[in-house]
């Protein structure tokens, strides 16, 4: 039953649609939406509540999963990141187990899905984040890309350049999210952006504290996103 509900998600995640049908995952967008790619992480088969219901002959799944968009919207790079609850119904028909839908799913009184802390080692995990934190500041442009932290200059500003100052790992922790199967990393960062704007050239910095979720996969530790903790 747990692998029929895996090789549906499977289909949900090759989806390029932003809402495909009887899946847990929507983008939401004012503008069109297109180029999406969707990535499941946080091992959601892992620690499922399973519930078999024998007049309907249906089982009902409740599971977690961290769901990742990436895609095209207004011209830009987007990604969204979301911690998603789901319910998966599954059916006996004509003798084999058939996926209804699965869909994003919250309730109170919903039982806690606890999963595994697979005990990565801090530097493994430190050195993907000091990865991510150079890239958002060696591929940013006018704003950081997508994933990076939602800062930028004022609109028209011109001869925009990044810098980095400090570690940002220096007063770092990480706590597992069992829930996601996740890790939370907070921190502080600082940051400078030197820019021309109406004809006057101007630098503004900030120091403020970070959170960036990374998941645990097979091919070791991913930066799913680092945000502000005031916008996480």
Known sequence: MVAAAGDWLDKCAKSPSATPANCPQSIVETSDVSKVRWVFYGNPL???VIHYTEADSRFDMLGTVMVT??????KELRRVVTPAKYWAKVKWVDGRLDVQEIKEHSA???PDVMKQDPKL?????AAKLNDAFTRCVRDAKSAMPAGCPEWSPPSGAEKVKWSSTGDPLLTARATFDPKFAIYRVKGTYELAVRYTWLGTTKTDTRNPTYEAWIAPTAAGPVV???KDTITA
């Open 46 to 48: 892992e620690a499922t």
């Open 121 to 125: 080692p801090w530097e493994l995990v």
């Open 69 to 74: 968009a990436d895609y095209t919207a207004s």
């Open 108 to 110: 109170v009184g919903d």
């Open 224 to 226: 799913l996103q680092i």
